[in-house]
């Protein structure tokens, strides 16, 4: 097979289950979220009517929103596992060459510098992604907490909380679905399509193009050591169990925020179903 012809392993399976149950939970989460802030326009009551009315769409988000945690709660457990069993590199982290990339990249674009960045596993790009979906995703669960639960809330915190979270929410939903609809689709849509999310792997030209320096190291062997079985159960001894008492007390908290009131706020009235009673003429002449 030519240099040009071979794929390269970028996602494993659990990297590519993470990123499915996102963006399913994500995009339930918009197109029952959005609606709701726009209530009052024609297309989205008609999106309401058409996902069976307020009360069923707002049990869709509560759903979703249940699982987009449940996701959360999955991705922290796979990224400390590849962090302290594994022991991989922390390729995730922005530091200052992500700058000069950036800076570099926009420079090469507006054709005043001669060569493109060579960037490494994740670059500039992805990493501003990837930390502004988990940025997102703790406003919107800490909002959503508040709108679940204003009573609660409103213990500890003045009742002005509860319409600001709910304009924090709102917001933060709207900048979340552009910038994927935007940032997201370009990379990965338009600029080529870019399947490695689903089939796991990238060709030789996108790697040369967005990750020149990790390809480097993949031709050049450069490959992380083995790590002997005695090692491998030393750390999962550790591991396990804390992985196991950091997820029950996650999902008890998530069991605790969903059954802790049944008074989130409503967005938009709830509609009463109307009750036909048939009109009986009133007798004449009695
Ligand atoms: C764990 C995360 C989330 C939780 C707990 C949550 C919870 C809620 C709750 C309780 C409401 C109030 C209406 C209702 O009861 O349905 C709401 C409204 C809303 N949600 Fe979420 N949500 C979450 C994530 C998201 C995400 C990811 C988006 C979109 C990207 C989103 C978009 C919206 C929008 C636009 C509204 C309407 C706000 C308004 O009327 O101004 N939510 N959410
Ligand atoms: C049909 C829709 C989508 C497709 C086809 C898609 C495709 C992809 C691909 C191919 C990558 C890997 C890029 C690479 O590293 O080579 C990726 C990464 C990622 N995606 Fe998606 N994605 C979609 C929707 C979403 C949604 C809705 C979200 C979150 C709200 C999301 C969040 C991410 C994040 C955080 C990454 C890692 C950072 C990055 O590589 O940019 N994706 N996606």
């Known amino acids: 097979m030519s240099e040009h012809a071979r794929e ?8 590519r289950i993470e990123h499915i149950l996102l963006l399913l939970t994500f995009t339930v989460l918009t197109v029952t979220g959005i609606p709701q802030k726009y209530a009052d326009a024609a297309w989205a009551s008609g999106a309401i009517g058409l996902m069976g009315g307020i009360e069923l769409t707002r049990q869709i988000h509560h759903v979703a929103a249940i699982l987009l945690m449940l996701t959360t709660i999955y991705h922290g457990g796979a990224v400390t596992y590849r962090i302290f069993v594994k022991r991989v590199r922390l390729t995730m982290m922005p530091g200052l060459q992500d700058v000069k990339d950036g800076l570099q990249a926009m420079g090469y674009n507006m054709g005043l510098v001669k060569s493109p960045p060579r960037m ?12 502004a979906v988990i940025w997102g995703t703790a406003i919107m669960v800490i909002t959503g907490f508040m709108l679940w639960n204003p009573i609660a809330t409103t213990k500890f915190l003045p009742g002005q909380a509860i319409p600001a979270a709910k304009a924090a929410h709102g917001a933060e939903a709207v900048l979340a679905a552009l910038s994927i609809i935007t940032w997201h689709a370009y990379h990965v849509h338009l600029k080529w399509f870019n399947k490695s999310m689903f089939t796991g792997s990238l060709t030789h030209e996108q790697m040369e193009e967005e990750h020149a320096l990790e390809l480097e190291e993949i031709e050049a062997g450069v490959e992380e050591p083995p790590i002997s079985p005695a090692v491998m159960r030393r750390r999962l001894m550790v591991f396990y169990p804390v992985a196991i008492v950091i997820s029950v007390t996650l999902l008890a908290a998530v069991y605790w925020f969903v059954t802790l009131e049944e008074t989130a706020i409503t967005t938009i009235p709830r509609q009463d179903t109307p009750v036909f009673v048939p009109v009986t003429p009133t007798p004449e002449g009695g």
């Not at 490494?120 to 930390?131: A, C, L």
């Open 8 to 15: 390269y392993f970028r996602f494993n399976i659990s990297h």
């Open 120 to 131: 490494g596993r994740y670059n500039f790009g992805e990493k501003v992604e990837y930390w």
